[in-house]
Nanobody, 115 residues
């Protein structure tokens, strides 16, 4: 199982970024996927999750209305569109899948929101 995130970077408050997580090594289309984030000195936080078919989605209260999770099962990729970014969104964003009772994480992509 391999999860590779991309799309992070430095953005000004109010800006947007789109994160991608390319998955391989498992049947992507049958597993729910999640995005987490971890800021320095803080616990890892679930940002959003999406079911295998994309019909069931959940967001953390802190990102509702600003972030959108989606997936393309043909491309084995899950996305996180982040709009109206705030400095408190600064963190390493990680892709996650729970497969057959085992947890798999990507290496993460840094998002920094600063003027």
């Amino acid at each position: 199982v391999q999860l590779v995130e991309s799309g992070g970077g430095l953005v000004q408050p109010g800006g947007s970024l789109r994160l991608s997580c390319a998955a391989s090594g498992f049947t992507f289309s049958v597993y729910g996927m999640r995005w987490y984030r971890q800021a320095p000195g803080k616990e890892r936080e679930l940002v959003a999750r999406i079911s295998s078919g994309g019909g069931n989605i959940l967001y953390a209260d802190s990102v509702k209305g600003r972030f959108t999770i989606s997936r393309d099962n043909a491309k084995n990729t899950v996305y996180l569109q982040m709009n109206s970014l705030k400095p408190e969104d600064t963190a390493v964003y990680l892709c996650f899948v729970l497969r057959s009772g085992e947890a798999y994480w990507g290496q993460g992509t840094q998002v920094t929101v600063s003027s």
